[in-house]
């Protein structure tokens, strides 16, 4: 890694002052979820005027990239718990946006596709996204924001929150 973020001295389990005032606010995670916070605030906005949820946003973007499948991996896939992604599939499926069906092989299973309008929308969805990420993190330098996705992508691995089994960190 080079540039802004490798410059930065390695990682301390020590709470570093800023101003000479020790607490939260010198924690990485504290940064973090502040701009996810307020990332998820402007999703939610975004949502609403197109009518639906940030879950059902993501339930959308993650059934495009799916394609048909069931509900129980669209959850696991979506990071949704079951009953969210339910109702967030249903809304769906009222608006036009997905169809759900019993599958053949396993009655016990649902069976989940995105409908045209569906993936009419998806596009929408994720220029939004752009949009907001712009917004966000338009004031870093693009080497910086290339460099922090890098970081965040390893943490995400490192902790399987990216779909992968955990990595064993030394």
């Avoid at 800023?18 to 906005?45: I, T």
């Avoid at 220029?127 to 910086?144: I, N």
Wanted: with cysteine; aromatic share 4%; net charge positive.
């Amino acid at each position: 890694m080079s540039g802004a973020l490798a410059a930065a001295p390695p990682f301390s389990a020590e709470v570093v002052p800023l101003h000479g005032q020790p607490g939260p606010d010198s924690l990485l995670g504290h940064w973090l979820a502040l701009v996810s916070k307020n990332r998820q605030l402007q999703l939610e906005r975004a949502a609403r005027k197109l009518r639906i949820t940030v879950t059902e946003w993501v339930a959308l973007r993650q059934l495009q990239r799916a394609g048909r499948t069931t509900q129980c991996r669209l959850a696991t896939d979506a990071g949704l718990t079951a009953p969210s992604l339910s109702r967030a599939l249903a809304s769906l499926e009222d608006l036009g946006y997905v169809s759900r069906s019993a599958d053949i092989d396993d009655m016990r299973f649902v069976r989940v596709e995105i409908t045209e309008a569906g993936r009419a929308l998806v596009p929408q969805l994720l220029e939004t996204e752009r949009k907001v990420d712009r917004e966000l993190f338009g004031c870093l330098a693009q080497a910086a924001r290339e460099e922090l996705t890098v970081a965040l992508r390893s943490v995400a691995a490192t902790h399987g929150y990216d779909g992968s089994a955990p990595r064993r960190t030394r």
